[in-house]
């Protein structure tokens, strides 16, 4: 299988440019990892606020079962059907290609949504009440004292897991092949349909692991620098 290993490389990278496939598959990939983190960052937030107000208002109890459905059926289906459902029942099923690709942004997004939903709650219940009752006595408002005081102190708790869920969303993002999105693992297996070598698969292997490592130390880079600043509290 690795026979004139040195030839298949060539074969498999620098023979008629393949090298551009796996450039442009990379490109497809960062592009579905950063546009579903923000669209999961902003869909999660909204959900965890509308969950925290629903508690201090009823009025609000029915968007907050709207929310308890939307995390049940996100979190309880495989994120691989969900892509199918968006990409082939939602969405024009005659689309192909890159034509693909901001739905798979966005179902990737709704995904992420779900989870991010559950750190941003966690990050905003961890702020000590009493923060709560000292915006209230300063005369603002619930919406400001969430805007103003909660908010910024809950972002500082929850950005490492954040960060570490966009992580997490990379590599998921290998699943939207299936509806033949050009990612990084979609290039890998097109050139290997040409080559029948192993090597696109051994290859992109090392990119994801090399794009994971970047963002793993911009992750302890983010933490250690949130560290310091508890430290000067």
């Not at 950063?34 to 909204?46: D, M, R, V, Y």
């Not at 959900?47 to 309880?76: E, F, H, M, N, S």
């Not at 992580?167 to 699943?175: D, P, S």
């Amino acid at each position: 299988m690795f026979e004139n290993f040195g030839q298949q490389l060539y074969d498999n990278i620098i023979l008629l440019d393949r090298y551009l496939i796996y450039l442009d598959g990379l490109k497809n990939t960062l592009l579905l990892t950063f546009g579903a983190a923000i669209i999961g960052t902003i869909i999660g937030t909204l959900v965890a606020i509308c969950k925290i107000y629903a508690k201090q208002k009823k009025v609000l109890k029915p968007l907050d079962i709207l929310c308890d459905i939307y995390l049940t059926v996100i979190r309880g289906t495989p994120a691989m059907v969900q892509v199918l459902i968006f990409g082939y029942i939602i969405f024009k099923p005659n689309m192909s290609g890159n034509g693909m690709l901001p739905v798979a942004i966005f179902a990737l997004g709704i995904n992420s949504g779900a989870y991010v939903a559950e750190i941003v709650r966690s990050g905003i219940q961890a702020v000590d009440i009493g923060q709560s009752e000292a915006g209230r006595s300063l005369g603002l408002t619930n919406n400001k004292t969430m805007q103003l005081i909660i908010l910024p102190q809950a972002v500082k708790n929850i950005l490492p897991a954040i960060a570490n869920e966009a992580i997490v969303l990379l590599k998921e993002t290998a699943i939207v092949s299936i509806i033949a999105v050009a990612d990084l693992t979609y290039s890998g297996i097109l050139v290997r349909s040409r080559t029948f070598s192993p090597v696109p698969l051994l290859l992109i292997a090392a990119i994801y692991l090399i794009v994971v490592l970047i963002m793993t130390m911009g992750l302890r880079a983010l933490e250690r620098r949130l560290s310091r600043s508890d430290k000067r509290n």
